[in-house]
C-alpha cells in the first residue's frame, strides 16, 4: 500500500513563528487532505488539496501531486494551532481509502 | 449545518461486554467512514459505506467486529465481546461520495475496556 510519511514528527514554535509541515507520499494520489487534531480530540478539516495551493487565512498548503508532496505552512503561530497534523491521502488503487500519516506534533509556546 | 454526530462521547465497558456506537453521517453524504485512533497504530480505517452498502471491511480486527447501516441516515459499529485491546478512540466520517470527497469527521467516541 501506499506509504505517508509526515515530518517533522515534533515541533515547537514560539507565538508568532512561521513553519512548514511535510507530507510525502509514494504513490500517485486522487485525494491528500490536511486535519487539526486539536487537544480535545476533533479532527478539524483543514485542506482539501489533491493538487495546487490554498490558502485560508495564516494557513496555507501546496501539493506536488507529479513530485508527491505536500506542504502545510502555518504563518504568525498562534497557542491555538497547538495539536497533531496530519496528512491523509487516496490513491485511485485504494478508492474510497484514506491513509493516514503519523502526524506533526506541533506545540506553540506563549 | 449539523456536522457527523456520534454517540456516545465516552463508554466505559468491562470486558466481554458487548458495546454499540453510533453514527449519523452528514444529511446529503452517501458515503460512511468508521476509523479507530491508538497511540500504536495511529488512523486506520476498518471499514466503509457507500449508498448503506459495505464497500470494503478489510481493516476490521476480527469477528468480534460489526458495523451496520441500515438507512441514510444511521450506523453503528458493534464490538461483541469486548477486550481491553479494544480501548481507543472511534471516529465516524462522512463524504458526498466513496472517492475523491473531502471527508468530514465526528467527535469520536472515547471507548475504554476494563
Known amino acids: 500500500g501506499i506509504q505517508v510519511e509526515q515530518s517533522p514528527p515534533d515541533l515547537i514554535l514560539q507565538e508568532g513563528a512561521n513553519s512548514t509541515l511535510r507530507c510525502n507520499f509514494s504513490?500517485?494520489?486522487?485525494?491528500l487532505q490536511w486535519f487539526h487534531q486539536n487537544p480535545w480530540g476533533q479532527l478539524i478539516n483543514l485542506f482539501y488539496?489533491?493538487?495546487g495551493t490554498k490558502q485560508n487565512g495564516r494557513l496555507s498548503a501546496t501539493t506536488v501531486a507529479t513530485e508527491r508532496y505536500s506542504l502545510l505552512y502555518i504563518s504568525s503561530s498562534q497557542t491555538t494551532d497547538s495539536g497533531v497534523y496530519f496528512c491523509a491521502v487516496e490513491t485511485t488503487d485504494s478508492w474510497g481509502k484514506f491513509q493516514f500519516g503519523a502526524g506533526t506534533q506541533v506545540v506553540v509556546t506563549p | 449545518d449539523a456536522g457527523v454526530i456520534q454517540s456516545p462521547r465516552h463508554e466505559v465497558t468491562e470486558m466481554g461486554q458487548e458495546v454499540t456506537l453510533r453514527c449519523k453521517p452528514i444529511s446529503g453524504h452517501n458515503s460512511l467512514f468508521w476509523y479507530r485512533q491508538t497511540m500504536m497504530r495511529g488512523l486506520e480505517l476498518l471499514i466503509y459505506f457507500n449508498n448503506n452498502v459495505p464497500i470494503d471491511d478489510s481493516g476490521m480486527p476480527e469477528d468480534r467486529f460489526s458495523a451496520k447501516m441500515p438507512n441514510a441516515s444511521f450506523s453503528t459499529l458493534k464490538i461483541q465481546p469486548s477486550e481491553p485491546r479494544d480501548s481507543a478512540v472511534y471516529f465516524c466520517?462522512?463524504?458526498?461520495?466513496?472517492?475523491?470527497?473531502?471527508?468530514?469527521f465526528g467527535p469520536g467516541t472515547r471507548l475504554t475496556v476494563t
Open positions: 504513490d500517485s494520489v486522487n485525494n
Open positions: 488539496i489533491p493538487s
Open positions: 466520517a462522512s463524504s458526498l461520495n466513496q472517492a475523491g470527497y473531502e471527508q468530514y
